[in-house]
């Protein structure tokens, strides 16, 4: 399955609730689509409270330390811009980005679904 992810958010927990106990998910960090101003406000330590709850529910199901700091607190903030994760046969992924990029130009591909091992979400790129 490919991930696809629509407007300008993330949301870790949500991919952790997709995948379960029978998936893992591979994200590529590159291709999430953020706000540059988020980025901005993110490298300067602007959190929230609730985005370091989901840290915390997050925490040993992947590695996020080789990711920055920046990154890791944008995936984790769970305010939402109405963002859209989807996860579809690899084959109709393209077609499908093609279409929701029609309407949300910064949709992007930015993962795949494996078969389970140790980590819910690991981190590729």
Known sequence: MSVVRSRNDFIVCHLLEMCGHS????LWPEALPFFAEAAEYAEDFLLT????????????????SGLSFAVQ????????????????????????????????????MIGRILPRAADTIVFAG
Do not use: H, W, Y
């Open 73 to 108: 607190e944008l995936m984790f903030d769970p305010q939402t811009s109405g963002g859209l994760l989807i996860c579809a046969d690899p084959d109709e992924a393209p077609e499908l980005l093609s279409a929701i990029q029609r309407d949300d130009p910064s949709a992007r």
């Open 49 to 64: 409270a609730a985005g370091q709850r989901n840290r915390n529910f997050f925490g040993k199901k992947g590695d996020v």
């Open 23 to 26: 998936a893992t998910a591979e």
